[in-house]
C-alpha cells in the first residue's frame, strides 16, 4: 500500500499540469497527515488514492452560432467527482480562464463543502471557457441549448444537479433547464437556482453571501466580536460579493470597497448597495460607473483591492486573487478577520500569513457553502412539491453555517489545533466522505 509521499507522488505523475487542482489536494492532504496517525486504513484501504481521482470527467464540444452567424466552438466539462454521499452537486462556471484543472479542483472542493453541510450531496463541477461578458441574450440562450444538448445525457435530480457559479446566474440556469426539459421531456428538480415560480427556493440567490456573512458572525462572536460597526472590503460584485454586502450592512458593518475584473471601487460613507445592484443586475455594466453615478466615490483601475484598511476582508471574486503581498498589507493594517465566500481565493503564502499573524481565517469550503446548502433545501423542495417561505429557508440557512462554524472549530480543536479552521474544515469533511466510502466497499 502506498504511503502518502508516495500518494502525492502518483496524484502529480496523473495531473502533471493541473496547478489548481494540486493546490487543492496539497492542502487538504496536508491536514489529513493529522488524521491518519489515528486512522491508517484510510491510507490501507486505498480512500485517499480514490476520494482524489474523479468517478467520472466529461470533455464535449459545445458549438453555437454567434450574432454574426459565425461558428464558435467551446468546451465544455463535468467532472463528477464523488458521489459517496449523494447525487453528483456543484456548479457550472462560464469564463474564459476555465480549464480541466479549474474544474478539478473545484469538484474536489466541493465534495468536502458539500459534506460540511450535513445534506446528501456528493461534489462535482462544470463549465466552459465561454465568454458570457458582451454577448447579447440571444447568443446567451444558444450557447446555454448546445451546452445542455450534450450534458442532458449526464444529469438527472438523482445522478448530477449542477447549480450555477462565475458566469452563471438566473438567466443562464433559465435557458439550460428549458433545454433539459425539452430533451428529457421530464420537469425535474435537476438544476438548482431555478425561477421562483417554476421550482427555485427562496433565499438561493442570496444564500452564499448570506450564509458567509452568518459564518463571519459565528466565528466572531466565538471570540467575543460581532461585525456590528466594522469596516468591511468585499472583492468582486457578482451574487457572492453583492448579497455577502447586503448581509453585512444589515448586522450593522460598513462596506467601504468592491471590484470586478476591471477595478475597485472605494466608498467611505459605506456602498450604496441599491445602486451598485442597479448597474451590476440590470444594467450589467462594470464597475467604474459606480464612482461616475456617486460624486464621492472613488475608481481605480490598478493597484490591489486589499491594500485598503480594513477590520473584515470577505474575498468573493475568483481563486488566488489574495496573495502574500495583501495579506501582509492586511496584517499590517490590524485586520481581524477574512472570510473566504469564494473559492480558495487566497493563496498557501497569504493563508500563512494570515494564520501566524492571528487573524481569524475561515476557509471557503466552510464558510461559503450556504449556497449549496441552500441549493439542498431547493432539491428538498423540489422532491416534496413544496415551496417554504424566506424566513424558514433563512432561518435553516443560519442554523446550518452555524453548525458548520461549530463542526469545522471543535474538530479543529480535537486535533490540536485550536482555530485552524482550514485543517479542522479538510478533517471534518473528510471524515465524513470517508466513512462513507468505507461502508460502500471498493467502488
Ligand atoms: P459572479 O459571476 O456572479 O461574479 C464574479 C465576480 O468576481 C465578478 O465581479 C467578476 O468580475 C469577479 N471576477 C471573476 N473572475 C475574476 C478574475 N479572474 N479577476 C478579477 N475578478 C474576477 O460569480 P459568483 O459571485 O457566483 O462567484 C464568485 C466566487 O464565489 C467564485 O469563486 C465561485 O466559485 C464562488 N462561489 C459561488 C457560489 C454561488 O452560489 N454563486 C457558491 C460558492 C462559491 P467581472 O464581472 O469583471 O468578471
New binding site residues.
Given amino acids: 500500500m502506498k504511503t502518502l509521499e508516495q500518494l502525492k507522488q502518483t496524484i502529480m505523475k496523473r495531473n502533471p499540469n493541473d496547478e489548481e487542482f494540486l493546490q487543492a489536494v496539497d492542502e487538504v492532504l496536508q491536514s489529513l497527515s493529522l488524521v491518519l496517525n489515528k486512522h491508517p486504513e484510510f491510507l490501507n484501504e486505498g480512500i485517499l488514492e480514490r476520494i482524489v481521482e474523479p468517478e467520472r470527467q466529461l470533455m464535449f464540444r459545445v458549438p453555437w452560432v454567434d450574432d454574426q452567424g459565425n461558428v464558435q466552438v467551446n468546451r465544455g466539462y463535468r467532472v463528477e467527482f464523488n458521489s459517496a454521499l449523494g447525487p453528483y452537486k456543484g ?1 457550472l ?1 462560464f ?1 474564459p ?1 476555465v480549464n480541466i484543472s479549474i474544474i478539478k479542483f ?1 469538484g474536489f472542493e466541493q465534495i468536502f ?1 458539500n459534506a460540511l453541510t450535513g445534506l446528501a450531496m456528493g461534489g462535482g463541477k462544470g463549465g466552459s471557457d465561454f465568454d458570457p ?1 458582451g454577448k447579447s441574450d440571444q447568443e446567451i440562450m444558444r450557447f446555454c441549448q448546445s451546452f445542455m444538448t450534450e450534458l442532458a445525457r449526464h444529469i438527472g435530480p438523482d445522478t448530477d444537479v449542477p ?7 438566473a438567466r443562464e440556469i433559465g435557458y439550460l433547464f428549458g433545454q433539459y426539459k425539452r430533451i428529457r421531456n421530464a420537469f425535474h428538480g435537476v438544476l438548482t ?1 431555478k425561477g421562483l415560480t417554476w421550482g427555485g427556493s427562496l433565499v ?1 440567490t442570496q ?3 448570506y450564509g458567509l456573512c452568518y459564518f463571519t458572525e459565528a466565528m466572531l462572536q466565538d471570540h467575543n466580536q460581532s461585525m456590528k460597526g466594522k469596516k468591511i472590503i468585499i ?8 448579497y455577502a454586502a447586503e448581509k453585512a450592512q444589515q448586522l450593522g458593518a460598513c462596506v467601504i470597497a ?5 477595478g475597485y471601487i472605494v466608498d467611505e460613507q459605506g456602498i450604496d448597495l441599491a445602486l451598485l445592484k442597479d448597474i ?1 443586475e440590470v444594467r450589467r455594466e ?2 467604474h460607473v459606480y464612482a461616475q453615478e456617486k460624486t464621492n466615490a472613488s475608481f481605480h483601475n490598478s493597484g490591489s483591492i486589499w491594500q485598503i484598511a480594513c477590520d473584515i476582508a470577505l474575498p ?4 488566488n ?1 489574495l496573495t502574500k503581498e495583501d495579506a501582509q498589507a492586511l496584517v499590517n493594517h490590524h485586520v481581524l478577520a477574512v472570510a473566504e ?5 487566497t493563496t498557501p503564502e497569504a493563508i500563512e500569513i494570515f494564520q501566524s499573524n492571528g487573524v481569524l481565517y475561515a476557509p ?1 469550503k466552510a464558510s ?5 446548502a441552500t ?1 439542498g433545501l431547493e432539491m428538498a423542495q423540489n422532491a416534496a412539491r413544496l415551496s417554504w417561505s424566506f424566513e424558514e429557508v433563512d432561518q435553516r440557512l443560519q442554523q446550518i453555517m452555524q453548525d458548520i462554524y461549530y463542526q469545522v472549530s471543535q474538530t479543529a480543536r480535537q486535533y490540536g489545533k485550536e482555530d485552524n479552521l482550514v485543517v479542522g474544515a479538510n478533517i471534518a469533511g473528510f471524515l465524513k466522505v470517508a466513512k462513507a466510502m468505507q461502508e460502500q466497499g471498493v467502488v
Avoid: F, W, Y
Fill in positions: 456548479g462556471r469564463h480562464s473545484l463543502k461578458k447549480a450555477g457559479d462565475i458566469g452563471v446566474g437556482g438561493r444564500a452564499t453571501g472583492s468582486g460584485s457578482g451574487n457572492v460579493a453583492i468592491m471590484s470586478d475584473s476591471s451590476k462594470r464597475i468573493c471574486a475568483t481563486q486573487e465566500g469564494a473559492n480558495m481565493p471557503g461559503n457553502a450556504g449556497g449549496v441549493s
